[in-house]
């Protein structure tokens, strides 16, 4: 089976944007390191340096929900945001998002968030992970209903995309997907991520020396 790749064409010429690649090479299994995103050298080694943001209170399990936009009002109630949020927008937003399409990416794993982040007054980004009651239909390609969310809240597009690719680079390593599958605690989870993180930082004088070339 053929599978397109996501792009538009203008003027004669094909235009990509790197977070629909991202989903894209995530939904059909394609591995894709961070350095995918490496693009100015300004901020670099911060930006590289930077974990995974896990927030120690976005953790949850036994999420209701019967369906997906039931799923997703859920999740938009419980995310930790500032109370200028508008998560009735939010929440909106996010099944506008899902309507266009689905962001189960496979194995019973779903990454809600919207295409291009928007103004939602938060100081950073996050990442909230839940674990749902009952599995619900995302209309995912391989079929499997979804059990586990990402969702992710980002200030701006570098962050976004920061978190597609640490998301994506995670979702590959064995350990963690293991930790996901069956739903094991949160500390279990946080030192896997962290390992992964661990194992992505970029030496600061190694980066230098390559900003020097």
Known sequence: MSVKLPGYRLNGQYRFHRAELLEWATANRINVFPAFLRSRKVNRVRFLN???????????YRL???????????????????DEVDREFLLQVLLAREALESTAVGDGIAIPH?????????????????????????????????HTLFTFISPMVKAHLHL????AFALRNPEFKTLIAKQAGRDEILASARR?????????????KEAVR
Do not use: Y
């Open 64 to 82: 209701a929900g019967r369906n997906k936009a039931e799923v997703l009002r859920n999740v938009v109630e419980i995310l930790r945001l500032p």
């Open 164 to 167: 597609l690719s640490r998301l």
């Open 196 to 208: 992964i993180s661990d194992s992505l930082r970029v030496p600061v004088n190694a980066t230098r």
């Open 50 to 60: 930077c974990p995974m943001p896990w927030n120690p209170a976005g953790f949850f």
């Open 114 to 146: 919207v295409r291009n982040p928007i103004v939602l007054h938060v100081p950073q980004p996050l990442v909230t992970l839940c674990f749902l009651e009952t599995p619900v239909d995302f209309g995912a390609l391989d079929g499997q209903p979804v």
